[in-house]
């Protein structure tokens, strides 16, 4: 099969389309002929470097998968040939422990990520993915749309609703707001009741940014500290929530810009830096830091409802042949486009 396969880490020039031998279909699996893989900012960092933990090349990237079923293991029920299909972004959970038992399998101690640990990812014409990692696409939700929802939308439902709790009413700031997760996180605060800021440092973004939902947009300057402008939003008490997609360098930014008592929700982090504190400057105005990572089997199907209600809108801005990875990546790294950008395998 054709797939973009990354043998060492380094520039985007690295992606270039290759012939490899299909992945094998074990007894719990599911092969699914990729129709679609959305290129997430998880990939950039997994190509160039920065992020290492369980990394394993030679390395098939894509996590955001949508097909048809091709092939089905012995053991697996509920899916049929030609079902189509959306993945969560595990190759492998357990199934038993508690966490996966919990809904919560994203912390399964035997996961598996789809696309950093090996030649298992979304970057090929076939993937093979246990199938308890698989959902059905409901029907009028596309091959694009389906493919960006587990990630784009499943990681910021859970990072705003499961671990931020968000309520109607309150005043939330999300962080990255015109990037790929960020212009559904404002769409999912704005869903669920809350007054919802978007900060972001590219101007260009901001109309879209608004069009997802945000009640107002901050543009600011990379390292900048925009809380005097969310405070002057929020009748000078600040956000009760944040969801930040970006990381460290926007800590202390971000932890001004909190009501007390707010909750500062982790989702991303998209450089190397590290961000320091002190204890005290969280507790003694009642802050917690929470942090969020990635989506359940259970997330990705609220999600996918969601985009067949219509009430949350996957926001694509590309569509590129797979051989075209490398410029895929560029485009994302850059930070200049809004929404995802999704790959599409030869012949789809
Ligand atoms: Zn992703
Ligand atoms: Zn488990």
Do not use: W
Not at 191 to 201: C, H, P, V
Request: neutral net charge; proline residues 3%.
């Amino acid at each position: 099969m054709h797939a973009v396969v990354l043998g060492r880490t380094g520039a985007a020039d690295l992606l270039s389309l290759t012939e490899v031998a299909p992945p094998a279909v074990g007894p719990g699996d599911v092969r699914i002929a990729v129709a679609a893989c959305g290129v997430c900012f998880h990939d950039i960092v997994v190509r160039n470097g920065t992020f290492r933990r369980g990394v394993g090349l030679p390395v098939i990237l894509g996590h955001e998968v949508a097909g048809v079923v091709e092939a089905l293991g012995a053991q697996v029920s509920g899916f049929a040939l030609g079902d189509r299909v959306a993945a969560t972004h595990h190759r492998h959970v357990c199934t038993a422990c508690r966490h996966c038992r919990g809904g919560r399998e994203t912390l399964c101690a035997e996961r598996v990520f789809l696309g950093d640990a090996g030649l298992n990812g979304g970057y090929a014409e076939l993937v093979t993915i246990g199938a308890e990692n698989v959902v059905a696409i409901p029907d009028g939700v596309g091959f694009a749309e389906a493919a960006v929802t587990g990630c784009a939308i499943g990681s910021e439902l859970n990072a705003i609703v499961d671990v931020g709790r968000l309520m109607a009413g309150e005043r939330a700031l999300v962080t990255g707001a015109g990037g790929g997760l960020g212009l559904h996180g404002v769409q999912l605060c704005r869903l669920g009741g809350a007054f919802t800021i978007g900060i972001t440092t590219t101007a260009a973004k901001a109309a879209q940014i608004a069009a997802a939902g945000a009640d107002a947009v901050v543009v600011t300057s990379p390292g900048a500290d925009f809380s005097a402008e969310v405070r002057a939003r929020t009748a000078g008490e600040g956000a009760d929530i944040a969801i930040d997609n970006v990381g460290s360098t926007l800590f202390h930014p971000l932890r001004r810009s909190m009501a007390e008592g707010g909750r500062i929700v982790l989702v991303g982090q998209l450089g190397g830096e590290f961000a320091s504190f002190s204890p005290a400057q969280l507790f003694l105005r009642g802050l917690s830091l929470l942090g969020a990572k990635g989506a359940s089997r259970a997330q990705l199907e609220t999600s996918l409802r969601l985009v067949a209600q219509g009430r949350v809108r996957p926001v694509i801005a590309a569509t590129l042949p797979l051989d075209a990875a490398a410029t895929a990546h560029r485009m994302v790294e850059s930070g200049q486009v809004a929404g995802r950008v999704v790959l599409i395998p030869p012949g789809r």
